[in-house]
């Protein structure tokens, strides 16, 4: 059954949109309304409404809109009788009694609870002799062990059924095993095995502290190198970072952000507690939104292979279109954080300080990365760099800081500034039209009944 109207609209009055949505969104008043940037979508122009008249939200990027408790579950990810607790906690209200079903509610406290122990049974196993090669593994790696108990580090050893018959014995069911992806069945249908064997194990850790998924990685040459828990009724991929959890009690308001589990972990132990990784995935738009709410700046540390600089282009423009200002932190020699940190000699936690304190933003990355594809003695060749090049400064915000940019390429390619400047203007203007179109349809929702 659902809930009673008259509770709904009590937990709704008690529990004001404006003031629950500004402990997530900077907001300003317009008009009737407040707006912001949307925490649901990167944007770097407001399109986030809060309407206080009706106690509703909208949102014209990205089109999310609800009442408070659509706003708590999007923005908590939380369901929908969660969030309706989430709130009635807030406002000290009662829950109605059997007046609705709260049967996912219960799934997925399951799943955590599911969760915690298998984190608990795969660092037991690693403590112990069934754990010793994925112990020696970690150790070889240089992590100490004050660094695997921080990080819940553990093992999962080569007996298909050890973690399913442990959580069996702790009164799981196999539909709760199954749910929380810890499992899967059979070939014959009729049973289910451990879906991690012989894995050196990672648990993922949300903001409250449950653990929601893992990484596990295998130590022979067999593929996948790591397998990852796959999206559950707790956990989406797209939407979490290894390790936010610690970088957002770090002392900055930066993060670092790594290609994997081990440059995050070996990091951390190195001193630099704000660096987090996505979780066997390119970065997404939702894990920049989610970044941006804990920073004010992200260094991109991918490795320095033509993967990793892929994807460090890729991650560029998802941060940028989040509003978030970014530098790029390339390793010397080809190395990853991880090996690097490690290092001996003039390598190590001191000289991957200095790597962060001189390292440039992305404008001068991207013109960096973008001269490797043109040779600039020929006309032709200058031609082709200026019109992408073009591209790139007009996209900074900064009018001074755009200023230097320009003036830097034209003197050292000795073009006329103005000229420049012209296609800098006219690519202004393209996206002021945009804004416009944009801007338009939102005077026309408001017109249409909100």
């Not at 390619?413 to 000229?419: Q, R, T």
């Amino acid at each position: 059954m659902p809930f009673p109207d008259s509770f709904l609209q009590e937990l709704k009055l008690r529990n004001d949109i404006t003031e629950i949505a500004s402990s997530y969104v900077n907001l300003k008043r317009h008009g009737r309304n407040m707006v912001g940037l949307c925490p649901f979508h990167g944007e770097k122009t407001p399109s986030f409404n809060i309407y206080t008249e009706n106690g509703s939200f909208y949102c014209f990027g990205c089109g999310a809109g609800g009442d408070v408790i659509t706003f708590i579950m999007k923005i908590e990810n939380l369901d929908y009788v969660e969030a309706v607790k989430f709130l009635a906690q807030r406002a000290g209200m009662e829950m109605p009694e059997n007046t609705y079903d709260d049967s996912m509610s219960k799934l997925r406290m399951r799943i955590y609870e599911a969760n915690r122990e298998a984190a608990r049974f795969f660092h037991s196993t690693l403590i112990s002799p069934r754990g010793q090669s994925g112990l020696n593994y970690l150790r070889g790696r240089a992590l100490s062990d004050r660094t695997i108990r921080h990080f819940g580090l553990g093992f999962a050893d080569d007996d298909w059924n050890s973690l399913c018959n442990f959580l069996k014995n702790k009164g799981f069911s196999e539909y709760e095993i199954l749910s929380a992806n810890l499992a899967f069945k059979n070939r014959s249908g009729n049973g289910i095995h451990d879906r991690f064997v012989n894995r050196v194990m990672f648990p993922i850790i949300d903001l409250r502290g449950n653990v929601i998924a893992f990484g596990g990685r295998i130590m022979t040459d067999e593929k996948p190198k790591y397998l990852n828990t796959s999206d559950t009724p707790v956990f989406k991929k797209s939407e979490n970072l290894f390790s936010l959890n610690n970088a957002k009690s770090s002392d900055t308001r930066t993060l670092i952000l790594c290609e994997g589990y081990m440059d995050v972990i070996a990091l951390n132990q190195a001193g630099f507690t704000n660096a987090v990784a996505t979780l066997g995935t390119a970065l997404t738009n939702e894990q920049a939104v989610l970044m941006k709410r804990y920073a004010d700046e992200v260094i991109i540390c991918y490795d320095a292979d033509g993967a990793g600089q892929k994807a460090t282009a890729r991650a560029i423009q998802i941060l940028r279109n989040a509003g978030l200002p970014i530098k790029i932190l390339t390793v010397p020699s080809g190395k990853d954080p991880d090996e690097f940190i490690r290092s001996k000699g003039e390598n190590g936690p001191a000289a991957f300080k200095l790597l962060i304190d001189k390292c440039g933003n992305d404008v001068e990355y991207r013109l960096m990365k973008l001269r490797e594809n043109y040779n600039l003695t020929t006309t032709d060749g200058k031609v082709a760099f200026l019109n992408d090049a073009v591209k790139i400064v007009a996209s900074i915000e900064s009018p001074i800081e755009r200023d230097v940019f320009a003036s830097k390429l034209c003197a050292e390619l000795e073009i006329d500034k103005n000229a420049f400047n012209d296609q800098i203007a006219k690519i202004k203007r393209r996206g002021r039209r945009e804004n416009i179109k944009k801007e338009t349809r939102q005077i026309q929702y408001e017109l249409n009944g909100q």
